[in-house]
């Protein structure tokens, strides 16, 4: 049979703070149910979701997770981000709740992809819709060059499989080792994204170093131009750190 639908049904330690986040992100709350089991639905165009409440549950170490297909995952990120900085100021890079950036995950074929890991610790995974039915963009390239690998390794780790520790250690061992021909717009990524590891690690002190390292690479007007979406990132991650 075609047209099934199958709706991820979700844990968390509290529904109403589960509707008050996806609220944010512009879900419209469908169903709720207080007794004798809590639970919430939650639907944002074609994108459902349901949630159960557990007492006494942990969020931050819950394995709770779904996959989420979408045509446009940079539209869908900068809707999510916009709520995000209306309700609260920022956009949520640490903790519990957060969001991550649109990137390419080598561990998907280069697909791009970002995740929102929300109240009950659940990680909603975002990626690009590539099935040839329906003229998706086509997955980035591989990655070129040192830097640029080894960002690709830290975001599987760190967005991917959730080790942000390890994803730090890695990028820093790169950081540390400059070598004269690295791509500069590359090298700003890499500081960027270490900065934004270091707010979701909760080391302000190495989130505000790696900005102000960022003042310091030397980019010429195409440079500049390339690294715009890097520095917009940058933006929000001294917000949050205000």
């Known amino acids: ?11 968390c330690a509290s529904i109403d703070d589960i509707v008050t986040f996806y609220g ?21 165009e074609d994108l459902h979701l349901q949630f159960f409440e557990l007492p006494g549950f942990d969020p931050g170490q819950s394995y709770g997770s779904c996959l989420v297909l979408t045509s446009d995952i ?14 609260y100021g920022k956009v ?8 991550t950036r649109p990137r390419a995950r080598r561990n998907a074929e280069g697909v791009g992809g970002f995740s929102i890991v929300d109240p009950g610790g659940n990680w909603i995974r975002v990626f690009q819709d590539t099935r040839p039915e329906s003229a998706r963009p086509a997955a980035a390239s591989a990655p070129a060059g040192r830097l640029a690998t080894t960002l690709a390794n830290a975001v599987v780790l760190a967005d991917s499989k959730g080790d ?3 994803a730090a250690r890695i990028l820093d061992s790169a950081l540390a080792r400059p070598r004269a ?6 090298l700003a990524e890499v500081v960027v994204y270490r900065a934004e590891l270091a707010l979701t690690l909760g080391d302000r002190g190495t989130a505000t170093a790696m ?8 980019l010429d007007a195409d440079e500049t131009a390339r690294a715009a979406p890097t520095f917009e990132i940058a933006a929000d991650l001294a917000a949050a750190l205000r």
């Open 1 to 11: 049979m075609a047209n099934e639908m199958i709706v991820p049904l979700l844990p």
């Open 24 to 44: 944010v992100l512009g879900f419209s709350t469908t169903y709720v149910q207080r007794r004798p089991n809590p639970c919430a639905g939650l639907r944002r």
């Open 74 to 87: 940079a539209a869908l990120h900068r809707a999510f981000a916009a709520g995000m900085r209306a309700a």
């Open 92 to 99: 949520l890079v640490s903790g519990i709740p957060r969001m």
């Open 164 to 166: 942000a520790g390890q």
């Open 181 to 186: 021909g690295d791509d500069p717009v590359t």
């Open 211 to 218: 900005l102000a390292r960022l003042g310091t690479i030397a």
